[in-house]
C-alpha cells in the first residue's frame, strides 16, 4: 500500500473510523451516476470515500441558497484515480464535479475547466498561500481547495507538566521543559522522555513527508527544483540525517512505521510527542491513555522558517460535463461555506478564516497551531508531477526505511536521485 494512500485513509477515508486509523473497506463506489445535463440543478459530486461527510453541510446550504441539488459518488481511494483516468480520456463524465487529491491535479489538468472567476484577490487572502499556488495549473486556477491538513506537534501535557519531570528536565538541560520551539529542543525533550518503556518520539521510516517537511525548514525545494532533480543536496542530506539522528530516542522497527503505527504508539502512552496531522487532535479515543492529556504546537521552524507539506483535496469541474453552470455554483458554495467542514468528523477547511472561527474553542487547540503551520514561510506542496506517486513509492519510502536502518545518507540520495532523474524521462 503506498504511503500517499495510507496519509488519506488517516486524513480522509478514516474518518470511518473513531481513531482515524486505515481501514481498507471504508467506501463503496455504488453504480454510475449519470451527469447532469445542461440547465440542470442537480449536481453529480465524485468524492473519496469520506469526503462525502465533510462536504453534506455544504451542500445543504447551496440547495438553500442556489437551489442546486447534489448528489454524491463515493469511491475509496485506491480505485478513485482509475475511474477518473477512464472517465476524462472518454470524453464523457458521469460526474460534474470532482474532488481531486492534490498529487493529481498535474495528471488532470488538461480535463478540467479553468474557474479563474472564483479566485477573487478576497478569496486568495482567504487560502493558504502554498494552497493558492498549488491550484494554478498551467496560468489557470483549476481547483477550489475543498480541506487541508498539515503536521504539527502533539505533546503530552501531563508529562510536561510534571512537577519531578520539570525539575529533572531544568537540571540536565538548563532551561525550561515546555513545548519544543527548536530542533534541539525537540531533540533534547524526546532524550529526556526515552526511558522506563517510554520512547521521546517515533520515527516513520515508511512514509516521506515528515522527511520532506524537514528538508523544505532547511531551505530546499522537495526532490525537483523545476526540472531539476536535486535530492542529493545539502538541504535534502540535512534534513536526512536529522530525521535518522531520532532513531535512538523512537520505539524499535522505525523502517516499517507509518502513521498507524505512530498515532496508535501515542494513544497507547508509548509516546511523549509525535509529528502527526491536526485532525489526530480531536480524534483521540476517550478511552485513551492520553485522553485529555495533550498539548498541540506548531511545526518547528528550521533555517528557513516553519514549513508542513499540506495534504489538501481540490474541487474541480471536468471540461466534459454538461452542467458547468451549476457545478461551479456548487464549487463556489464550497468556498462560501467552508466552515461546514469543520463540523463534520474529520473536522477540516480550507480557509483562513474558517479555521479561525473554531480556534479559541475548547476541543480545536489544534487549529492555531495548524494555521501557523500553514502559512509558515517554508510551506509548500508536493512537486507538481505525475510520477509523484510512483516517486514516492519506488523511491523515497524505501530510501528512507534504508536511512533510519542505518544507511549511509549521502549514498542513498545519490542513488534515488539517479532512480528519479530515470523515471522523469
Not at 398 to 406: E, I, N, S, T
Request: charged content about 20%; proline content about 4%.
Amino acid at each position: 500500500m503506498s504511503t500517499r494512500r495510507i496519509i488519506n485513509r488517516l486524513a480522509i477515508g478514516g474518518i470511518c473510523t473513531a481513531v482515524a486509523l486505515a481501514a481498507s473497506g471504508c467506501g463503496a463506489g455504488g453504480p454510475a451516476a449519470t451527469s447532469g445535463s445542461a440547465g440542470s440543478n442537480t449536481v453529480n459530486v465524485l468524492v473519496e470515500a469520506g469526503g462525502h461527510a465533510e462536504l453534506t453541510g455544504v451542500a445543504e446550504q447551496c440547495k438553500k441558497d442556489a437551489g442546486v441539488d447534489v448528489n454524491f459518488v463515493e469511491l475509496p481511494y485506491d480505485g478513485m484515480f482509475n475511474r477518473l483516468s477512464s472517465e476524462f480520456s472518454s470524453g464523457n463524465v458521469s460526474f460534474d464535479v470532482a474532488a481531486l487529491d492534490s498529487v493529481w491535479l498535474p495528471s488532470f489538468k488538461d480535463a478540467v475547466q479553468p474557474i479563474d472567476e472564483l479566485f477573487t484577490d478576497e478569496a486568495k487572502k482567504d487560502i493558504f498561500p502554498a494552497l493558492v499556488k498549488e491550484a494554478n495549473v498551467d496560468g489557470h486556477f483549476i481547483g477550489m481547495p475543498a480541506w487541508t491538513n498539515a503536521e504539527i506537534i502533539l505533546y503530552r501535557k501531563d508529562l510536561f507538566e510534571d512537577a519531578k519531570n520539570k525539575a529533572d528536565f531544568k537540571a540536565k538541560y538548563g532551561y525550561d521543559l515546555a513545548a519544543p520551539t527548536t530542533w534541539k529542543q525537540y531533540q533534547d525533550i524526546s532524550a529526556f522522555f526515552t526511558k522506563d518503556g517510554m520512547y521521546g518520539t517515533d520515527v516513520k521510516g515508511g512514509v516521506e513527508t515528515e522527511w520532506l517537511a524537514h528538508v523544505l525548514q532547511a531551505g530546499s525545494p522537495m526532490i525537483m527544483d523545476g526540472d531539476k532533480v536535486v535530492i542529493d543536496n545539502a538541504a535534502h542530506k540535512e534534513a536526512l540525517d536529522f530525521y535518522t539522528s531520532l532513531v535512538k530516542d523512537a520505539p524499535s522497527g522505525a523502517a516499517q512505521v507509518d502513521w498507524a503505527a505512530a498515532q496508535n504508539l501515542f494513544n497507547q502512552g508509548k509516546t511523549a510527542m509525535t509529528r502527526f496531522w491536526a485532525h489526530a487532535y480531536r480524534q483521540i479515543p476517550k478511552d485513551s491513555a492520553v485522553a485529555g492529556k495533550v498539548g498541540a504546537a506548531p511545526m518547528i521552524a528550521g533555517s528557513a522558517g516553519i514549513g508542513g507539506v499540506p495534504g489538501p483535496w481540490y474541487l474541480t469541474v471536468p471540461k466534459a460535463t454538461k452542467n458547468t453552470e451549476a457545478a461551479k455554483k456548487f464549487v463556489k458554495c464550497a468556498y462560501d461555506y467552508n466552515d461546514k467542514g469543520i463540523e463534520s468528523n474529520l473536522g477540516l477547511a480550507a480557509r483562513i478564516s474558517a479555521f479561525q472561527k473554531y480556534q479559541d474553542q475548547p476541543g480545536y487547540e489544534s487549529f492555531k497551531p495548524l494555521i501557523e503551520t500553514l502559512n509558515g514561510k517554508a510551506t509548500a506542496t508536493r512537486p507538481a508531477t505525475e510520477k509523484w506517486q510512483q516517486i514516492v513509492d519506488t523511491v523515497l519510502v524505501p530510501m528512507l526505511q534504508k536511512a533510519v536502518a542505518g544507511g549511509d545518507s549521502a549514498t542513498l540520495l545519490a542513488d534515488a536521485k539517479k532512480q528519479i532523474e530515470a523515471l522523469l524521462k
